[in-house]
């Protein structure tokens, strides 16, 4: 069955420090990949994504992510956190209009 | 591009009333999804549109829901006779077709009373 993961369900930084937010996924072909990032209250906003070619994939705000097929993974990276990046992360990955989303990560980011 | 609008942002009723929120997506997409997403959760997929035609629902959660979108622009999504587990955000979403990615409203909260 498909399925999406997200090992973390809260991730606490240091302003300024790297983010790694872990994203696995099962699924019978290679999906599309997505994160999106949401603010309490908020609708989700796309950060990247991931459809072929390049693994390495840049985003919005700074971000990239990886996908690697041999692990399932598609891993969401920030060489440095700032405070306006806590939020709760979604990674999503879809297939012929079915989307599935994991359950999420939140960050925090310490002064 | 105007983003994606849901009305209301918030909808706060008694148990056993009916529901109906709208989307309007940005003008230029085909495709039109809705989701239903509770506290600690993501998205959860429950229908979609390709222009006016309903192209999936078998995931809506109940025969109480049901979606809408008689021109192929806004969408409605109705629920009839309102229980305490509908109580969740309602998420639109829009994309020029089905490989480009979607563009969420800001969704619209229900609770039940």
């Known amino acids: 069955a498909q399925s999406v993961t997200q090992p973390d369900i809260h991730i606490t930084v240091s302003e300024g420090a790297s983010l790694e937010l872990r994203c696995n996924y099962s699924?019978?072909?290679?999906?599309?990949l997505f994160w999106y990032v949401q603010s309490p209250g908020q609708g989700l906003q796309l950060l990247l994504k991931y459809f072929s070619g390049d693994t390495l994939v840049q985003g919005i705000k700074g971000f990239e992510a990886e996908f690697k097929r041999s692990q399932s993974s598609f891993n969401l990276r920030k060489p440095s956190v700032h405070w306006s990046d806590a939020a709760e992360y979604f990674c999503a990955v879809g297939l012929n209009n079915d989307m599935r989303f994991g359950a999420g990560t939140r960050l925090t980011v310490k002064p | 591009d105007t983003g994606v609008s849901q009305d209301p942002r918030h909808k706060i009723t008694k148990r056993g009333q009916n529901v109906t929120f709208r989307c309007d997506p940005i003008s230029e997409h085909n495709r039109l999804y809705w989701y239903r997403q509770t506290l600690g959760q993501g998205p959860e997929f429950l229908t979609y549109f390709q222009n006016e035609a309903q192209l999936e629902k078998s995931r809506l959660l109940s025969d109480r829901f049901s979606a809408e979108r008689p021109k192929g622009s806004f969408s409605t999504l109705e629920i009839q006779r309102t229980e305490q587990g509908d109580s969740a955000m309602y998420l639109c979403a829009s994309s020029r077709d089905g490989d480009q990615p979607q563009h969420f409203g800001d969704g619209t909260r229900l609770s039940i009373l």
């Open positions: 699924y019978g072909a290679t999906p599309y």
